[in-house]
């Protein structure tokens, strides 16, 4: 018989050790750690296929005591979405510091749940803390398990719980079963309070992420898997990036920066959201957009807000024009204009999402490629190196995201920047490649080499 895959969720007042939790069970550092209260804002899920039954496994936020009032209402919504939608919970108490006032209001809202909960005590390395463990049993607990999220100790025991109370042992895979193709990871980034998590609330449907007008509201890079049109897409939802100058050292917002950098550098595409009311893009703004190019990742951008503005039928391309001059470097990035708030054109930028994916991933073909580059050098060759003309033996196509080009020459260093820009656009006439950058390898024939480019 087989079953669905089960959803466990972390649950617990603030600062109880939940994310340590988490990122212990998932094996990967996922949720960011740190010793203030109120880290984790939104629900965070990761799919825990490492142990001998396949289940997801759900961070939250801090149910009760978040110092953040402006957020705790919002924090507790999807703490609480989480609990509806689990399996199992997982309620985390801190054994280190004994029972607190808002450990008996974490156990009255799991009671009115009425799910499947396991107890647990964290913190509890020492055997003197473990034995003081028992104090929680005044909130008329069944069964506390102590363990150490941080020392990785009682998390074997808590697995096995785990497989019991859900009967684990009887999930059977489904082999026949047709599979979606490959997920395309998206990074959403962008400054602060630009609107990423609003607009990946809209595309969702639903309130998955805590929004505010506070800028630095989400922490952790947040993945959320979405199906559309038979295609998944692993949206990573991320804390926006400041300047160094503005990230004080070992602080957490230096680590939500880590983290969205992490998020970047294993997408498939980005997205970079912008603040239309804010006008022309600001350094900042660059220099994320800096960082996507050079990491050669799919590149789309999205300018929010863009129903705040007064504007006429030239805006939109007077505002495309003045972003691409500022953004000459990633001429090739498409363009959207959306509104997070009112949904309007949001899905739009999935579809177009889909599109540079595929575009960063085409090939071309050897002998197409060695035509087209032929015709290039011979409508406009190189500057000759010491009075010898520079000469194309062969190219080729060795990388796809991006998409990269080897290309045999007799004289490599003399190949400019500017002579790179033009061989680039050559290629994007035929294969427009949009929304990624290209990559072109120049190498020196060797003496040995006999072959010459195809007429």
Not at 119 to 138: P, S
Not at 227 to 233: A, G, I
Not at 321 to 328: E, G, K, Q, S, T
Not at 412 to 428: A, D
Request: aromatic share 8%.
């Amino acid at each position: 018989m087989t079953r669905k895959i089960p959803v466990v969720a972390i649950v617990g007042r603030t600062n109880v050790g939940k994310s340590t939790l988490f990122n212990r069970i998932t094996g990967r550092r996922r949720s960011i750690v740190d010793n203030a209260e109120g880290v984790t804002r939104d629900r965070n899920y990761a799919l825990v296929k490492k142990f001998l039954f396949p289940f997801t496994l759900v961070d939250t936020g801090g149910l009760i005591g978040e110092e953040d009032q402006t957020l705790a209402k919002s924090i507790r919504i999807q703490a609480e979405i989480a609990i509806s939608e689990a399996d199992l919970i997982l309620a985390v108490l801190d054994g280190l510091h004994g029972p607190h006032p808002h450990d008996g209001e974490v156990v009255s809202l799991l009671r009115q749940s009425q799910k499947k909960v396991l107890w647990l005590a964290n913190k509890c390395e020492k055997e003197t803390v473990a034995a003081r463990a028992q104090e929680f049993y005044e909130f008329g607990i069944d069964n506390i398990l102590a363990i150490s999220a941080a020392h990785n100790q009682g998390i074997s025991l808590l697995l096995q719980e785990i497989s019991k109370e859900l009967e684990l042992e009887q999930i059977q895979s489904t082999p026949n079963e047709t599979e979606p193709p490959c997920a395309i990871r998206v990074a959403i980034v962008g400054k602060p309070n630009v609107g990423k998590s609003t607009f990946i609330n809209k595309i969702l449907g639903e309130e998955r992420l805590v929004t505010s007008d506070l800028a630095g509201t989400t922490r952790d890079a947040i993945d959320i898997e979405l199906v559309r049109d038979s295609q998944r897409f692993v949206i990573v939802d991320t804390a926006g990036l400041r300047k160094k100058a503005r990230v004080e050292d070992a602080s957490l917002e230096r680590f939500s920066n880590l983290h969205a950098l992490r998020a970047l550098a294993g997408s498939d595409v980005a997205v970079l959201m912008l603040d239309a009311t804010l006008g022309p893009p600001s350094d900042q703004d660059t220099r994320i957009a800096r960082l996507i190019h050079d990491r050669g990742r799919g590149f789309v951008i999205a300018v929010n807000k863009w129903d705040a503005l007064e504007k006429d039928y030239k805006s939109a391309k007077q505002f495309k024009d003045a972003l691409m001059h500022v953004f000459r470097f990633a001429h090739y990035a498409p363009v959207l204009f959306v509104s997070a708030k009112s949904g309007k054109r949001c899905p739009h930028v999935l579809t177009k999402v889909k599109e540079v994916y595929d575009s960063s991933n085409q090939r071309i073909q050897t002998s197409d490629l060695n035509k087209l580059l032929g015709r290039a050098f011979e409508t406009k060759p190189p500057p000759a190196h010491r009075a010898s003309p520079v000469k194309l033996f062969f190219a080729t196509q060795i990388h796809v995201a991006p998409p990269t080009f080897l290309l045999f020459i007799n004289y490599p260093k003399s190949i400019n920047l500017s002579y790179k820009r033009y061989l680039k656009n050559c290629i994007r006439k035929e294969y427009p490649f949009e929304g990624t950058e290209l990559k072109l390898l120049f190498r020196k024939r060797a003496s040995s080499d006999n072959y010459e480019i195809p007429k």
